[in-house]
């Protein structure tokens, strides 16, 4: 009489099965990150692209602003003008900009969306209770990071505003001779002067924070693909 044994399951295999167990959860659809990323991911990549268009046109009157002071016959008004046309045009560009970002990082989680919904669709025509990834880390921390990014360049957008209305104030010709300016107006042109110099470094860390923002969705789309291709095997073994 022939004795057959069943193998005890490997140290190996063993991790496998507890890593998974510790990875799934029974699906549950969007929480309140995924909902927000439906719903304002198109939003936000339309108000981005708006606002740089914004940024455009206010960087042409700038420069046509500026070419008319100093051509012939020119006006200090114009120097005044396109002083004002520079802050609009760097606070609106990087709105934009963080607006596009943040657009993709919202379009990113929702291709997590779509893997996780075609992974449940595959697991249910496979008659198997359909699981999802628990949220990594990188899932949990990528709408927090994101809108830091955001919130970031709104801060930057209403201090460039600030900029170009303290700008605005100013007579026009204490910004061509600042020699014959007032009190007043070196104080404005001072302020002005130091923000600009400051200021596009907190342009460029809310875009550096929004692109961070993407690398760890990309990260978690990875994360997603690795555990739905371990799902499927484990149930095509199964069966």
Do not use: C
């Not at 998974?20 to 309140?32: E, F, L, Q, R």
């Not at 961070?212 to 291709?229: E, H, K, N």
Request: overall charge neutral; glycine content about 12%.
């Amino acid at each position: 009489m022939t004795t057959i044994t069943t193998p005890a399951p490997s140290r190996t295999n063993q991790a496998a099965s507890k890593a998974d167990t510790t990875k799934a959860i029974p699906y549950k659809g969007d929480d309140w990150a995924q909902n927000l990323a439906r719903i304002m991911a198109r939003p936000m990549l339309a108000m981005g692209l708006m606002a740089v268009a914004g940024g455009l046109v206010a960087g042409i009157v700038g420069g046509v602003n500026f070419g008319d002071f100093f051509a012939p016959g020119g006006e200090v008004a114009d120097l005044g003008r396109a002083e004002a046309a520079v802050q609009v045009t760097g606070a609106t560009l990087f709105l934009g900009m963080g607006f596009i970002l943040g657009g993709i990082t919202m379009t990113l989680v929702n291709v997590v969306r779509s893997l996780r919904d075609a992974d449940r669709d595959v697991q249910r025509s496979l008659g198997a209770q359909p699981l999802q990834l628990r949220k990594p880390l990188t899932g949990k921390l990528t709408p927090h990071v994101m809108m830091m990014g955001v919130m970031i360049e709104v801060v930057a957008f209403v201090l460039g505003l600030v900029a170009a209305f303290t700008i605005g104030g100013v007579d026009p010709a204490a910004i061509a001779d600042p020699a014959a300016a007032s009190a007043s107006d070196i104080g404005d042109i001072g302020f002005v002067r130091a923000v600009s110099a400051w200021l596009p470094g907190l342009r460029l860390l809310g875009v550096a924070v929004i692109l961070g923002s993407i690398v760890l969705t990309l990260t978690t789309i990875r994360s997603a693909i690795r555990f739905q291709g371990d799902r499927i095997t484990e149930l095509a073994n199964g069966a």
